[in-house]
Structures are given as structure tokens and as C-alpha cells.
Nanobody, 124 residues
Framework: QVQLVESGGGLVQPGGSLRLSCAAS????????MGWYRQAPGKERELVAD???????NYADYAKSRFTISRDNAKSTVYLQMNSLKPEDTAVYSC??????????????????WGQGTQVTVSS
């Protein structure tokens, strides 16, 4: 089993910054693409950004100029640096990861796992 634990959310004033972290844990696994999504009240969940294991990034249009996704493969951790935050960025931010895990018998199991989500509130 692979699990994700997020941290770094909170309350920030407009124009401020936050850095979210999401660490994967488990045994005998390889993480491929990792991503951040967000869901605001009354809205559908949407992609913020994702990053492959080789570092190729993909951003939603609203995130391109203000957010930066990065990862540390040695730590199986993905980060989201958010700058110039706006009230409309308020949402629950969740990370996900596509992984390959290996059973006791070395059989590969492909899956996607989600973190529990962390609240980001941008308000004065």
C-alpha cells in the first residue's frame, strides 16, 4: 500500500505565499506522476499542476504564473509553491500519485492514491 500525507495548508492574506508538501510512504513502490488538485466549495475538483518522475511539469492556466510544482524523488515528495495568492484560490488542495507497487511475490500492482487534502484559505 502507498499512502500520501499532505502538509502546509492554512490561512494566508491575499498576496501571500504558501508551500504545500505531499510525501508518499509504503514499501516496494515506484512513484510516477504526482499532482496537485483543488476543490472549492460548490465546485468540481480541478487540476492545479502535475509533474512526472523525470520532472516534466503541466499547469492549469490559472497556475502557470503564480504556482510552482516540484518534487524530490529521493524523498518521494511533491511540493507546490503558491505565490500571489488570491481569495479565489481558497480550496481544499489534494495531492495524488500514480504508482507501481510490488507484492510479496514481486507482482506489479499499478494504482493511483490520493492524500487526505489540506485546506488553503486566502482571506484578509
Amino acid at each position: 500500500q502507498v499512502q500520501l500525507v499532505e502538509s502546509g495548508g492554512g490561512l494566508v492574506q491575499p498576496g501571500g505565499s504558501l508551500r504545500l508538501s505531499c510525501a508518499a510512504s509504503g514499501s516496494r513502490f515506484t512513484i510516477n506522476t504526482m499532482g496537485w488538485y483543488r476543490q472549492a466549495p460548490g465546485k468540481e475538483r480541478e487540476l492545479v499542476a502535475d509533474i512526472t518522475s523525470s520532472g516534466t511539469t503541466n499547469y492549469a492556466d490559472y497556475a502557470k504564473s503564480r504556482f510552482t510544482i516540484s518534487r524530490d524523488n529521493a524523498k518521494s515528495t511533491v511540493y507546490l509553491q503558491m505565490n500571489s495568492l488570491k481569495p479565489e484560490d481558497t480550496a481544499v488542495y489534494s495531492c495524488n500519485a500514480d504508482y507501481i507497487a510490488y507484492t510479496y511475490h514481486d507482482e506489479p500492482v499499478v494504482g493511483r492514491v490520493w492524500g487526505q487534502g489540506t485546506q488553503v484559505t486566502v482571506s484578509s
